[in-house]
């Protein structure tokens, strides 16, 4: 009897310890991509800062330049922060845990547009809900996208380069790819997706756009399950992002 009970302990031991690790890993990986997102954006900042000492001013730079090229120098870093520097020491990170060990097939193209609408429908009813639970929900609070006054055609082509082709390409690697592929294979994958939802939504900063990213990215980790890459996320990303351009920057002049 004693000899089973020890077996019985040991096997609970062994559940807890593989338990406790997974959750450590779901909180270590949130906070690592939150510190090199902090880390790129104050190494952006600190470059600004020396050029300004070496007498290089950016004041005369056109605001639009400046903002494009900030947003592309701030995604690279943190990537490179998050993803590239622990392989310095180990490999820590495979294609196939990003969702890249393939190139875009056209499963990927024919499921983004179906992924939209699901996304759509969700987001819809997330909400919907919000405003009913909460009086002070504002859901028609503007987003702050970086970009403001275009009126010169670069200004709308370098608007559009950053928010549907930089932005999108950038946070499906860095969440339904690097923390998504990470979460995914030491966890439940709903719990895998709830956390890398959230922390979407949480870096956004504000409740309507947050929620409506949250919905978002349950259906991008989905569609990453579905095909197994992140190609048909990306491709739904721009999608959603084409819209919202259109919207914010084509639909006044119309």
Same mark, same amino acid.
């Given at each position: 009897?004693?000899?089973?009970?020890?077996?019985?302990?040991?096997?609970?031991?062994?559940?807890?310890?593989?338990?406790?690790?997974?959750?450590?890993? $779901?909180?270590? /990986?949130?906070?690592?991509?939150? &510190?090199?997102? +902090?880390?790129? =954006?104050?190494? !952006?900042?600190?470059?600004? @800062?020396?050029?300004?000492?070496?007498?290089?001013?950016?004041?005369?730079?056109?605001?639009?330049?400046?903002?494009?090229?900030?947003?592309?120098?701030?995604?690279?870093?943190?990537?490179?922060?998050?993803?590239?520097?622990?392989?310095?020491?180990?490999?820590?990170?495979?294609?196939?845990?990003?969702?890249?060990?393939?190139?875009?097939?056209?499963?990927?193209?024919?499921?983004?547009?179906?992924?939209?609408?699901?996304?759509?429908?969700?987001?819809?009813?997330?909400?919907?809900? $919000?405003?009913? /639970?909460?009086?002070?929900?504002? &859901?028609?609070? +503007?987003?702050? =996208?970086?970009? !403001?006054?275009?009126?010169? @055609?670069?200004?709308?082509?370098?608007?559009?380069?950053?928010?549907?082709?930089?932005?999108?390409?950038?946070?499906?690697?860095?969440?339904?790819?690097?923390?998504?592929?990470?979460?995914?294979?030491?966890?439940?994958?709903?719990?895998?997706?709830?956390?890398?939802?959230?922390?979407?939504?949480?870096?956004?900063?504000?409740?309507?756009?947050?929620?409506?990213?949250?919905?978002?990215?349950?259906?991008?980790?989905?569609?990453?399950?579905?095909?197994?890459?992140?190609?048909?996320?990306?491709?739904?990303?721009?999608?959603?992002?084409?819209?919202?351009?259109?919207?914010?920057?084509?639909?006044?002049?119309?």
């Amino acid at each position: 009897m004693l000899v089973n009970y020890l077996n019985r302990l040991v096997q609970k031991t062994a559940k807890w310890k593989w338990l406790h690790s997974s959750w450590v890993f $779901a909180i270590i /990986l949130p906070i690592w991509i939150l &510190v090199g997102l +902090a880390l790129s =954006v104050l190494a !952006t900042y600190a470059l600004l @800062y020396v050029l300004s000492i070496a007498g290089i001013s950016l004041a005369g730079l056109d605001r639009t330049i400046l903002s494009a090229t900030l947003a592309a120098v701030i995604y690279a870093l943190t990537i490179v922060f998050v993803v590239w520097l622990p392989q310095l020491f180990k490999k820590y990170v495979t294609l196939k845990e990003l969702g890249l060990q393939r190139l875009p097939s056209w499963m990927d193209m024919l499921l983004s547009p179906a992924g939209f609408i699901v996304y759509f429908i969700g987001s819809s009813l997330l909400v919907y809900i $919000a405003t009913q /639970l909460f009086s002070g929900f504002d &859901v028609a609070e +503007a987003q702050d =996208v970086g970009f !403001t006054r275009l009126t010169q @055609y670069y200004e709308y082509v370098l608007a559009f380069v950053t928010l549907i082709v930089v932005a999108p390409v950038a946070e499906e690697v860095l969440f339904r790819g690097f923390l998504y592929g990470k979460l995914r294979g030491r966890m439940p994958i709903w719990v895998a997706m709830l956390i890398t939802s959230a922390l979407f939504g949480l870096i956004h900063g504000q409740w309507n756009v947050g929620l409506d990213v949250f919905a978002l990215s349950i259906v991008l980790c989905s569609l990453r399950e579905i095909t197994g890459g992140i190609w048909s996320g990306i491709l739904l990303h721009m999608i959603k992002n084409s819209i919202a351009f259109f919207i914010l920057f084509i639909s006044p002049l119309l």
